[in-house]
């Protein structure tokens, strides 16, 4: 499929100048004019004129719940002013900056264009559209309230991106102390420590083990770099080849659970977005089976992902879902009551949606004490080796003056 660079007189009497992606010159055409445009000039762009794909998506810009909320509140606004969804996508993939959902939203508009549903189109890029939001946009189109689904979409987008700031700010400062950590101690041993290893080995004595064994450490950093650059290489490509290794997502989910202060993030972390979702779900008129395989599939942690598929299970021979919950042992006991009292009263999805709110909150408190315990505990711990290094340093020094006086 070639790219053709248009430019065309809409119907509304502006000069538009696009692109459009077809197997021919003559495709590319019916396409402009079945917009309405009349074409002014066409020809096919060459290879400068054509945006690089970098392999594995290297320097393009991931697509957030930040910009999908963005796009779902402007899609709304769009439409309701009585734009035609072809036309609404076209104008925002024109004016969104990240230029993978912009390439998303163009090929989902060549699909609408060519008598797909939206929520087809949509499905062609899996890696950017969820199943989540492509069910709440069919949803939307079989009950004729499309607007309705993304505004939703929009909330739960919203929702979402809140979450992960929280648990991102949580965890961005320690990071930065212990990179931090991590630069200074190589500064000391190739900057520092050569310094003073000439005067050590003019001592007639011996070295304590320490400082013996950060000049070897220094000797190792200086005279064999290259070396310690391919052990963090291996040690980088190991972690990630287990981090997605099925045994080593199931380790990593356990231990998630198990550390504490953590396990408290992890838990009202994943209830917020159950909650969240699964009421988004149910007030677009989706069954509760269909539901609780998306909510599954939203779960950042294994453990909570495979607990939900086993409670769908259940829940479609005829179990309750607040007994459910509470046989997994994952779920604390407030959101197990408060579904159990949805289900005895018909009001299942605003005791969600209450459950949803009170869980935000509760993540905002969980990162605030996880931070409160990881930056004074980072804090003492690179003190520590700071102290080690300068003892170490020192040591020997205070005893040969000891030796001399």
Wanted: with cysteine.
């Amino acid at each position: 499929m070639a790219t053709f660079n248009y430019k065309a007189l809409m119907p509304d009497g502006k000069e538009q100048k696009s692109s459009v992606n077809a197997v021919d010159i003559e495709e590319a055409k019916a396409m402009i004019k079945a917009q309405g445009g009349m074409l002014l000039d066409i020809n096919e762009a060459g290879a400068l004129d054509k945006e690089i794909e970098l392999p594995f998506k290297i320097g393009q810009k991931k697509v957030t719940s930040r910009d999908l909320c963005v796009f779902c509140r402007q899609f709304v606004s769009i439409i309701e002013a009585g734009v035609s969804i072809v036309q609404a996508l076209e104008m925002l993939a024109e004016q969104t900056e990240n230029k993978r959902l912009a390439k998303a939203l163009m090929e989902t508009r060549d699909s609408v264009e060519k008598g797909d549903t939206l929520s087809a189109a949509f499905s062609r890029n899996p890696d950017i559209f969820s199943r989540l939001f492509i069910s709440m946009v069919e949803a939307g189109e079989a009950s004729g309230s499309l607007e309705i689904a993304m505004s939703r979409m929009a909330i739960q987008f919203e929702k979402d991106n809140h979450i992960k700031s929280l648990v991102k700010k949580a965890m961005t400062y320690p990071i930065i102390l212990i990179v931090v950590l991590i630069i200074v101690v190589i500064a000391i041993l190739a900057f520092v420590m050569p310094t003073f290893v000439d005067m050590f080995e003019t001592m007639e004595m011996e070295l304590p083990i320490m400082t013996r064994i950060l000049i070897s450490a220094s000797n190792f950093i200086i005279d064999k770099w290259y070396i310690l650059l391919l052990i963090v290489g291996a040690i980088a490509g190991i972690w990630i080849a287990f981090s997605k290794s099925a045994q080593g997502k199931y380790i990593i989910a356990k231990a998630q659970i198990k550390i504490p202060v953590v396990n408290n993030l992890v838990m009202k972390t994943a209830c917020a977005r159950f909650a969240q979702t699964l009421q988004t779900l149910l007030m677009a008129g989706m069954s509760m089976m269909d539901a609780l395989d998306i909510c599954s599939k939203t779960m950042d942690n294994l453990l909570y992902k495979e607990a939900l598929l086993d409670v769908r299970d259940n829940v479609s021979l005829g179990s309750s879902l607040s007994g459910e919950l509470k046989r997994t042992e994952l779920f604390p006991p407030m959101i197990c009551h408060m579904v159990g009292i949805g289900e005895e009263t018909g009001n299942l999805e605003q005791m969600l949606e209450s459950c949803a709110g009170y869980y935000d909150e509760e993540v905002e408190n969980a990162t605030q004490q996880l931070t409160a315990v990881l930056e004074p505990a980072i804090t003492v711990f690179m003190a520590v080796i700071v102290l080690i290094v300068v003892l170490a340093i020192y040591t020997p020094m205070v005893s040969m003056y000891d030796g001399i006086g």
